[in-house]
């Protein structure tokens, strides 16, 4: 073991590496798909892009016969609009569980972390806009002695 004669030889000695930033690079199946699990309330969406003319199916219907109202569709939409990506890509979708918007916010989180599998680039402004991060609000359980979560039995003095 060597002495040392001065602090800087010590700092000089102990400097750590700086931490390198985690490089994320492609996953893409066989079929040069790229899938990821997105989730909201009780909704769960399995999603597989691939390139394509930007057909969306869900659960084996288009999305215009899934989700119906215009803000849910809008909603799917968020993270190709933010990439630059609509129209470049065929989405395939199926969802189960929650509601229809549950389901289009579990669709929407299962895109944006597709998009970054098959581009990882795209991760900065995805992740800038909140698309890749889980919304982890569910619904309150019920406790005993309430007639919901918090609220009480209608109090009655006769």
Do not use: C
Not at 9 to 23: D, H, I, M, R, S
Not at 80 to 101: E, K, P
Not at 103 to 114: M, T
């Amino acid at each position: 073991m060597a002495t040392l004669q001065s602090l800087a030889e010590l700092g000089q000695q102990a400097q750590p590496a700086a931490p390198e930033a985690p490089k994320h690079e492609r996953k893409v199946d066989a079929q040069g798909r790229a899938y990821a699990t997105g989730k909201r309330k009780d909704a769960v969406a399995r999603v597989w892009i691939k390139p394509g003319p930007g057909k969306i199916v869900v659960n084996d219907k288009p999305l215009e016969q899934y989700f119906a109202r215009p803000v849910l569709r809008m909603i799917l939409q968020q993270p190709l609009h933010v990439a630059n990506r609509h129209g470049q890509f065929d989405i395939t979708v199926t969802v189960t569980g929650g509601g229809l918007s549950g389901q289009a916010g579990a669709v929407r989180h299962g895109i944006a972390k597709a998009l970054t599998h098959y581009e990882p680039e795209l991760r900065g402004p995805l992740k800038k806009e909140g698309f890749l991060t889980r919304d982890a609000r569910v619904v309150e359980r019920k406790k005993y002695g309430k007639r919901k979560a918090r609220r009480s039995f209608q109090f009655s003095k006769r």
